[in-house]
């Protein structure tokens, strides 16, 4: 189901991403979502998704998220569609 706050998030995601990373990923899962919602494997493909993009802006140091040395900021930017 998709995420309407960073509230809803599971609590693995709060707990260790930063709130923009958080954001990152409630917009990726939710955007994957709708995008596969005819496919069976839909909750799955939403969470992986969600990684990838988080992992495109963020990536894990030790047990802390933080911001990729080459600046991105945006993960739908990094996207090719």
């Given at each position: 189901?998709?995420?309407f706050?960073n509230?809803?998030l599971?609590?693995?995601v709060?707990d260790?991403?930063p709130?923009?990373a958080q954001d990152i990923?409630r ?5 994957a ?8 494997r839909?909750e799955e493909?939403?969470?992986?998704v969600?990684?990838?993009?988080v992992k495109k802006v ?13 600046g991105r900021?945006?993960?739908n930017?990094?996207l090719?569609?």
């Open positions: 189901m998709p995420y706050s509230d809803d599971p609590l693995r709060r260790h991403l709130e923009h990923f917009e990726a899962f939710n955007h979502w709708h995008q596969y919602a005819d496919d069976p839909q493909i939403a969470h992986r969600a990684w990838a993009a963020y990536e894990k140091l030790g047990t802390e998220w933080v911001p990729r040395e080459d900021t945006d993960w930017s990094t090719k569609y």
